[in-house]
C-alpha cells in the first residue's frame, strides 16, 4: 500500500518536473511560432507592399508620360515671341484634363509668369520655383517640389523648355487628386504612398493627415537621405525596406517598401502602418494563438490537477510515513521485546541478510552491520552437523523446524539457541531460511541444574536415589543374557543414628560427606555410586568380572569407610555394613535387587556389622515371614486381637504386693498367643505401636482404676512405652487416658528402655518432664545394659530403676554381674530411686537381693505374667501370703 503511494507519488512528481521545462518549450515554441508567423506575415506583407509599389510605380510613369505629352504639346503651343499677356496664353492652353488641374508658366529661375490659377488673388497662386528643381531638371520634365497654393498642395510638373526664354512650363496636380491619392488595395487596407524627389523633397503623402500637411514639399532628414541613399550612386531599380522607425510622414510607425525609379528619379514609399502589419499578424495568429492559450490552459488544469495530487498524495504520504513509522517505531519496540531474534538468511552460503537486535545479542553494537554474517560459523562446531542435518531435512520437506543449539556470539559467549524457523523456496528451489532465534541459555542452564538436582543428593552431590533407580532399570534392560552380571553393594553405616543424635545433626553431615567423598575416588568410573537416604549408599558395579571383584571392592569400601575420619574438633571412626545381590542371580527385578542387597545388609549388621554380607534366599524366607506377620499385626490392631497379662511387682522383704506390670499378648487366631518380644519390635517400624501402645495403657489405666477402687488398694501399674510413642501428642493422650480410667497420675508408671530414650535425648527429655508434671511417674527399664549415663539419669525425671534380668539371672554365680546389680543398687539409693529387680526366678537370687537390700523384685518366681482375672482372682481378691515361696508358682 505504502510503496503504491510512494511510486504513485514519485510518478507524479517526476511528471511535475517535466511541467516547468515543458512550459518553457511551449513558450520557446510559441516564441518560435510568432516569431515565424510574425517574419511570414512581414515578408508576405513587404511582398505585398512591393507589388503594390510596383504597380504605384507605373501609375507614376504612367503619369509622367500623359503629363510629359501634355508638356510637349504646350512646348510646341508656345509662341516664339513673348506676349503681352502670358496669362491669356495660359488661359487658352489650360484646358481640362483628367490628370492635372492647372498650367502655370515659370521663367528659367523659377519666377512665376502666369497660371491657371486665379490671380486676382496672390495667395491663390503658386509661389515660384526653387532654384534645386531647376537647375537639376535640364531638358527633360521633372516633378518639382510641391507647392501650397489656395489651401492645397499641388504637385509641379515642369519641364524647362527650348523656348527661348528658357520657359518653364509645370502642369499642377493636386495632391487632393484621386489619381494621386492612394486608395489602399483590398489586400492591404491602410497602407500609404509618398513619393519623393531623388533630392529629398517629399512631393506626395496620402494619405496625410491634415495636422501633418506642411511636410509637403519640405525635405526629408538628412539621417533619412542617408538610409535611402539618396546621396549615392546606388540608385537603381531596388528595394529598400522600412522598418518601424519610419515615423517622417504622419508619425505613425510604418513599415514599408521603398522603390527608386531611375526614369523619374523618383522614391516611391509603400508602407503600411506597423498597426496594420500587427493586425493582420494578429489575424493570422489568433487561432493558433488561441489553440495554444487553450493548450495551455489544459495543460496549466492538468498541472494544477497533479499539483493537488501530487500533493494529495503527498499527504497520505506523509500520513502513510508517519503511521508507517509509528508502527515501526511498534515493530521496533515488539521485536526488541520479543523473546529472541528475527532473522533471514541465504541459502546455500548461510549469510545473515537480516537479524533483528531483540533481546539475543549476537552482535554487539560495534559489529559492522554492513559485513554479512555466517549463522553457521556462530554455532558451536559440536552442533553444526546437528544443525546441518535438520536444514537438509527441512529444504526437502519445507515443513517448520525446531532446533535447539549453541552458538558463540561475537563476544566469544555461548548461548543456547532455540531456532524455529522454515525454509522459504524459489521455484521450488530453498533460497533462504525465516525464522526466530530465542536465547534459552537460562533455561537450558536452569534446566540442566534442576536436571542436577533432580538427579543429584543435595548434601553429598552423589546421584540420588531416584537417579540410580533409572540407571538400573536402565542397565538391567540393557543386559543380555552372558553379556556379563550387576552387583548392588547396599552399604549402611554402622551406629550413625547415634552419631547423629549425640554429636547433631551437622556433624552427621559432614561425616556423611566426607564417607560420599571416599566412595566417590573408590568407586571406577564405569560403576556407580548413589547415596540412598540417611546413612544408605549405594555402588552399582556395572559387568564385574567375578564375584572376587565384588568381594574385592566390598573390602575397600569397608576398609576405607572405617579409617578415622577428622572433624574440626572431634575425631570420628565408624564402620559400615554391605549387603550384595546380583543381577541376574538374585533377581532381574532392580526393586528385588535392591530389596535383597537391603536384607543382605542387615544379615550383615546382624553380624556385628563391619563386614560385607551376599544376598541367599534363606534370607528372603525370613523377611517374608516378618513382611507376613507385619500384615497379620495391622489386622490385629483392626480387629482388637491384643490382651493384656499382669506381673506383680512385690516387696523383696515380705512379698507385699506393689504393683504389676502390664504386659501386652496378641491372641494370634491360629498361631495362639503371640511374644511382644516378636510383635512390639514390627510395631515400632511400622508406627502401628502408637494405636497398640494407646491401647495398652488405656486398658491398663482403666483396669487399675478398677482395683484400686474395689479393693482400696494403692497399687502402681506399670506400663511399657517405645520410645517411638514418645510425642507431644503422646502427653495428650496420657492426660486424656488418666481422665477417662479416672486413674490417680501417682498410680501411672511409665517404663522406658534406658537404650532408647538416650538416642533423642533434649526431645524425650522434654516430653518426659511433660508427662511427669501430670504426675506420672517413670521407670527406667534394663538398666544397666545401656550406657547408664549418670548424667542423663540425673536429667530424666526417673524415679525407679530397673535391674536388668541378664545381670539377675546369674548373679548367684557370676560376681561381675552381683557387682554390677551391687552398684546399681548403690546407686539407687544415692539417688534415691525405687529398684526393682527383673527375672527373679529363684529364692538364692531373691535371698542375695535381700542381702543387697533390693527394694523389690519381679519374676518367675513370684508370678508370671497372668491375664487380668488371673491376677485379680489371685492377688486382689485373694491376699496372697507373705514371704510367698516358690512352691506357690
Ligand atoms: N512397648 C511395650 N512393650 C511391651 C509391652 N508388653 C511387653 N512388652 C515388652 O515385650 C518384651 C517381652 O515381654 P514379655 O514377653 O512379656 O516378657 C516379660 C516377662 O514375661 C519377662 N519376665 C518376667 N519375669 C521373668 C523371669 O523371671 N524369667 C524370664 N525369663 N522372664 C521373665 O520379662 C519381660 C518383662 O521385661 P521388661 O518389660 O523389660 O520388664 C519386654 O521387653 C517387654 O517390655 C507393651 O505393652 N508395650
Redesign the pocket.
Known amino acids: 500500500m505504502f510503496s503504491r503511494y510512494l511510486n504513485k507519488l514519485r510518478a507524479m512528481q517526476a511528471r511535475q518536473t517535466y511541467f516547468l521545462p515543458g512550459i518553457l518549450l511551449l513558450a520557446v515554441l510559441l516564441l518560435l511560432y510568432l516569431y515565424g508567423s510574425w517574419e511570414t506575415n512581414r515578408q508576405r506583407t513587404l511582398s505585398q507592399l512591393e507589388s503594390l509599389a510596383t504597380v504605384a510605380q507605373s501609375n507614376t510613369r504612367l503619369l509622367q508620360q500623359q503629363l510629359n505629352s501634355q508638356l510637349v504639346s504646350l512646348q510646341q503651343n508656345l509662341p516664339a515671341q513673348n506676349p503681352q499677356n502670358w496669362s491669356l496664353w495660359v488661359r487658352q492652353q489650360h484646358k481640362p484634363h483628367p490628370l492635372f488641374s492647372h498650367i502655370a508658366l515659370y521663367t528659367a529661375d523659377g519666377q512665376l509668369l502666369a497660371s491657371s490659377f486665379d490671380s486676382a488673388a496672390p495667395q491663390q497662386a503658386p509661389p515660384a520655383l526653387t532654384r534645386d528643381g531647376l537647375d537639376f531638371m535640364q531638358q527633360n520634365p521633372r516633378f518639382l517640389r510641391t507647392l501650397p497654393v489656395n489651401k492645397g498642395y499641388y504637385l509641379p510638373y515642369c519641364l524647362r523648355t527650348s523656348h527661348p526664354s528658357e520657359l518653364v512650363i509645370c502642369l499642377f496636380t493636386s495632391t487632393s487628386h484621386h489619381y494621386l491619392q492612394w486608395q489602399a488595395v483590398d489586400s492591404l487596407e491602410h497602407s500609404a504612398q509618398r513619393l519623393i524627389s531623388s533630392d529629398g523633397i517629399i512631393l506626395l503623402a496620402s494619405p496625410l493627415p491634415v495636422s501633418r500637411q506642411q511636410i509637403i514639399g519640405t525635405r526629408i532628414s538628412e539621417r533619412q537621405q542617408q538610409y535611402l541613399h539618396l546621396n549615392s550612386a546606388e540608385h537603381t531599380e531596388k528595394h529598400f525596406l522600412y522598418f518601424s522607425n519610419q515615423t517622417e510622414f504622419d508619425g505613425a510607425k510604418r513599415l514599408g517598401v521603398v522603390s527608386f525609379d531611375p526614369q523619374s528619379q523618383l522614391l516611391q514609399i509603400i508602407s503600411l502602418p506597423m498597426a496594420s502589419v500587427l493586425t493582420l499578424w494578429l489575424e493570422d495568429i489568433v487561432w493558433p494563438l488561441l489553440l495554444f492559450t487553450l493548450l495551455l490552459i489544459v495543460y496549466w488544469y492538468s498541472y494544477r490537477q497533479s499539483q493537488k495530487n501530487v500533493q494529495q498524495n503527498e499527504h497520505r504520504y506523509s500520513e502513510e510515513s508517519r503511521a508507517l513509522s509509528e508502527k515501526e517505531k511498534i515493530i521496533d519496540m515488539l521485536m526488541s521485546n520479543i523473546p529472541g531474534s528475527i532473522y533471514q538468511i541465504s541459502l546455500p552460503e548461510h549469510l545473515l541478510d537480516f537479524i533483528s537486535a531483540g533481546d539475543l545479542q549476537i552482535f554487539s553494537e560495534n559489529d559492522n552491520n554492513s559485513v554479512r554474517h555466517s549463522l553457521l560459523a556462530l554455532i558451536h562446531p559440536d552442533d553444526q552437523e546437528k544443525y546441518l542435518q535438520e536444514i537438509d531435512s527441512h529444504c526437502t520437506s519445507g515443513t517448520p523446524y525446531k532446533i535447539i543449539y549453541r552458538i558463540q556470539t561475537l563476544q566469544h559467549e555461548v548461548k543456547w539457541i532455540m531456532d524455529r524457523g522454515q525454509v522459504v523456496f524459489n521455484k521450488q528451489n530453498p533460497c533462504r531460511i525465516e525464522g526466530l532465534l530465542i536465547d534459552i541459555t537460562d533455561h537450558t542452564l536452569s534446566k540442566q541444574h534442576v536436571e542436577y538436582l533432580a538427579t543429584r543428593d543435595p548434601l553429598t552431590e552423589l546421584f540420588n536415589r531416584y537417579y540410580f533407580n533409572d540407571e538400573l532399570m536402565n542397565s538391567i534392560e540393557e543386559l543380555t543374557p552372558g553379556s556379563g552380571k550387576i552387583a548392588l553393594l547396599f552399604i549402611d553405616l554402622d551406629r550413625f543414628k547415634t552419631v547423629n543424635d549425640s554429636l547433631g545433626h551437622q556433624v552427621g553431615d559432614r561425616l556423611l560427606k566426607l564417607v560420599a567423598d571416599r566412595l566417590r575416588h573408590l568407586v571406577a568410573p564405569q560403576h556407580m555410586v548413589a547415596r540412598l537416604g540417611g546413612d544408605e549408599f549405594i555402588v552399582m558395579m556395572n559387568k564385574p568380572e567375578s564375584s572376587q571383584e565384588i568381594e574385592h571392592l566390598a573390602e575397600r569400601i569397608i576398609s576405607a569407610v572405617s579409617q578415622t575420619y577428622q572433624l574440626d574438633y572431634y575425631k570420628l571412626s565408624t564402620s559400615c555394613s554391605i549387603g550384595i545381590s546380583v543381577c541376574p542371580d538374585d533377581s532381574n527385578e532392580s526393586y528385588i535387587l535392591l530389596r535383597n542387597a537391603d536384607t543382605a545388609m542387615y544379615q550383615a549388621k546382624s553380624r556385628g556389622g563391619n563386614c560385607y554380607q551376599f544376598y541367599t534366599e534363606e534370607m528372603n524366607q525370613k523377611v517374608n515371614s516378618r513382611l507376613t506377620l507385619e500384615n497379620e499385626l495391622r489386622r490385629a490392631v483392626k480387629n482388637q486381637e491384643f490382651e ?2 499382669y ?1 506383680p511387682q512385690v516387696s523383696t522383704f515380705d512379698n507385699r504386693l506393689l504393683g504389676a ?5 496378641w491372641i494370634h487366631p491360629s498361631a495362639g498367643i503371640v ?3 516378636d510383635f ?1 519390635p514390627i510395631a ?1 517400624e511400622t508406627g502401628l ?1 502408637r494405636e ?2 494407646d491401647w ?1 495403657l488405656l486398658e491398663a489405666c482403666k483396669k487399675f482404676s478398677e482395683w484400686n477402687n474395689t479393693f482400696a488398694l494403692d497399687m502402681t501399674i ?5 520410645v517411638r ?1 514418645l510425642d507431644d501428642a503422646f502427653v495428650l493422650r496420657t492426660q486424656e487416658i488418666l481422665n477417662i480410667s479416672q486413674l490417680d497420675a501417682k498410680y501411672l508408671e511409665l ?1 522406658i ?1 534406658e537404650s532408647l530414650l538416650l538416642d533423642n535425648v533434649q526431645e524425650n527429655l522434654r516430653i518426659l518432664d511433660n508427662i511427669n508434671k501430670l504426675g506420672v511417674r517413670f521407670a527406667m ?2 538398666f544397666g545394659t545401656g550406657y547408664s549415663s549418670l548424667s542423663y539419669l540425673k536429667q530424666f525425671p526417673i524415679s525407679k530403676l ?1 535391674i ?2 541378664a545381670f539377675i539371672n546369674e548373679i548367684n554365680n557370676d560376681p561381675e554381674d552381683e557387682a554390677i546389680v551391687r552398684a546399681i543398687i548403690a546407686l539407687a539409693k544415692t539417688l534415691r530411686l525405687e529398684l526393682v529387680a ?4 529363684n529364692h538364692q537370687q531373691l535371698a542375695l537381693l535381700q542381702a543387697l537390700a533390693c527394694d523389690s523384685y ?4 513370684f508370678s ?2 497372668v491375664p487380668a482375672d488371673v491376677f485379680r482372682q489371685r492377688y486382689l481378691e485373694q491376699k496372697p501370703p507373705l514371704q510367698k515361696s516358690l512352691q506357690q508358682q
Open positions: 493384656l497379662y506381673q506390670e502390664a504386659l501386652i499378648r511374644s511382644p518380644a512390639i515400632e505401636i497398640i501402645g495398652a506399670s506400663v511399657n512405652v517405645s510413642q517404663e528402655t527399664d534394663d530397673k536388668d534380668r527383673e527375672g527373679v526366678e519381679q519374676g518367675y518366681y508370671k505374667p
